[in-house]
């Protein structure tokens, strides 16, 4: 039984780069989420998916992120044009839509970004 | 404007004590609350959790409870264990208004004192 995998668990990078992550959600889950933590904090909401469907979005998804689940499967998060406050621990969690309004989203380890 | 609270930054229980911690939210279209645990450099993981149509939910020696008129649940951890040494964040979502994003507080960092 394999939970949900991020790829890759560290990035570096200069500001202005461009940085994509991976999330494999956990295989039988058809929802997706994108949470973001920084020090301190709860992680914080940034978009989810149903199945390959984006269902909602915060406005803390700026212009520069992006997020995919093209085949309802795996997901992409992309930041174009990285700053430095976007250094954060990015979290994805997954969910099996019960019906219930009562799913439990569990989550990957996630990946910690620095935008030097 | 921060909807889930969690006031006690730190708390430190001895070993085979009850550690007891608190969480309030302000918002009366939760009605699901869960309970999530953090290590350094993992991804929170899921503990318990409990319905709005419940005011206790069980598991070994965890247990949440809900007081709805007063917007506070608490987790009970009995016999807390060195083990039990984490961040705890109390999350909650209001599914029944269309949305399925949890809203996390800023966490407990429980220490368990051998």
């Known amino acids: 039984d394999t939970g949900v995998s991020q790829d890759p668990r560290h990035k570096i990078t200069k500001r202005g780069q461009n940085v994509t992550f991976r999330c494999d959600p956990i295989s039988e889950h058809n929802r997706l989420y994108w949470y973001r933590q920084t020090l301190g904090q709860g992680p914080e909401f940034l978009t989810y998916?149903?199945?390959?469907?984006?269902?909602?979005k915060s406005r803390l998804l700026s212009d520069r992120f992006s997020a995919e689940r093209p085949k309802g499967s795996f997901s992409t998060l992309e930041i174009q044009r990285t700053e430095q406050g976007d250094s954060a621990m990015y979290l994805c969690?997954?969910?099996?839509?019960?019906?219930?309004?009562?799913?439990?989203?569990?989550f990957g380890p996630g990946t910690r970004l620095t935008v030097l | 404007d921060q909807q889930v609270k969690q006031n006690s930054p730190s708390l430190s229980v001895q070993e085979g004590r009850i550690s007891i911690l608190n969480c309030d939210y302000t918002?009366?279209?939760?009605?699901?609350f869960l309970w999530y645990k953090k290590y350094p450099a993992e991804g929170p993981t899921f503990l318990i959790s409990?319905?709005?149509?419940?005011d206790k939910n069980e598991d070994g020696r965890f247990t949440v409870f809900l007081n709805k008129s007063a917007k506070h649940l608490s987790l009970h951890i009995v016999p807390s264990q060195p083990g039990d040494s984490a961040v705890y964040f109390c999350?909650?979502?209001?599914?029944?208004?269309?949305?399925?994003?949890?809203?996390f507080g800023t966490g407990t960092r429980l220490k368990v004192l051998a």
């Open positions: 998916f149903q199945n390959e469907a984006q269902l909602e």
């Open positions: 999350a909650a979502s209001a599914s029944t208004s269309g949305t399925y994003k949890y809203i």
């Open positions: 409990i319905s709005s149509i419940k």
């Open positions: 969690a997954s969910s099996l839509a019960s019906g219930a309004n009562t799913d439990t989203q569990y």
């Open positions: 918002n009366s279209m939760f009605d699901y």
